[in-house]
């Protein structure tokens, strides 16, 4: 089956660490994202790539690291440096021919920082 | 940023009545696309509209957009319980790639 995973599911953590939350894809879709979604709230893009070995900052990168050194894999770093940390996770692809852009979505993982 | 703005933010109906959001967008776009997100997971594509194109359809749902006025409506016709999910639109503009989600519209679908 083709599609993007993300685990865990769900993680804790407790304040002052860093946590690397995993995404997978087996689209070969050349572009992937990072989303940050809260309580009631819409997608907030962190970081997002379109091309191995390079990434670019979203609209709210701070606190936040990523890389890209294989086209199916895109971990995000949550670092001790980031505010608020808890929230819902959404890491997606898409490619990039086409006009289309449409986004493929992993389940999402929930992290919860005490 | 936010371009895409979701009206209502939530609407409960019964099961077999049709259900209509709105969205609304700031700049010139490429295309709008509406999302589906089921309580805790992730978002699944449902249609996308170009902006040379007013009217579409696939199966119970009908998108309109109208560039003049920066605006899409989706509607679910004869809606399921099932159809309980929040919907989002999201625009692609200009020579980005990127996707710009507004905050979505919560509809619960009462049996």
């Known amino acids: 089956d083709g599609g993007i995973t993300q685990s865990p599911k769900y993680l804790f953590r407790k304040e002052g660490q860093n946590v690397t939350l995993s995404c997978e894809q087996n689209?070969?879709?050349?572009?992937m994202y990072w989303y940050r979604q809260d309580p009631g709230q819409g997608l907030r893009l962190i970081y997002y790539?379109?091309?191995?070995?390079?990434?670019q900052k979203g609209d709210i990168a701070e606190g936040y690291s990523v890389s890209r050194e294989k086209k199916e894999s895109f971990p995000l770093t949550v670092t001790s440096a980031q505010k608020n940390p808890t929230a819902f996770y959404l890491c997606?692809?898409?490619?990039?021919?086409?006009?289309?852009?449409?986004?493929?979505f992993g389940p999402g993982t929930r992290l919860t920082v005490t | 940023s936010q371009q895409g703005e979701e009206d209502p933010q939530a609407l409960s109906i019964q099961e077999g009545e049709n259900a209509t959001m709105n969205c609304s967008y700031k700049?010139?776009?490429?295309?709008l696309q509406w999302y589906r997100q089921n309580s805790g997971r992730g978002l699944v594509h449902l249609i996308l509209?170009?902006?040379?194109?007013r009217e579409k359809h696939s199966g119970r749902l009908r998108v309109t957009l109208d560039t003049s006025k920066k605006s899409s409506s989706l509607l679910i016709t004869a809606s399921r319980a099932a159809d309980t999910a929040s919907y989002f639109c999201?625009?692609?503009?200009?020579?980005?790639?990127?996707?710009?989600f507004g905050k979505g519209t919560l509809l619960t679908v009462n049996p």
């Open positions: 997606a692809s898409s490619r990039l021919a086409g006009e289309s852009y449409e986004q493929y």
């Open positions: 689209l070969n879709h050349d572009a």
């Open positions: 790539s379109q091309i191995v070995n390079d990434f």
């Open positions: 700049t010139s776009i490429n295309n």
């Open positions: 509209i170009r902006s040379n194109e």
């Open positions: 999201a625009t692609v503009g200009g020579s980005n790639y990127k996707l710009t």
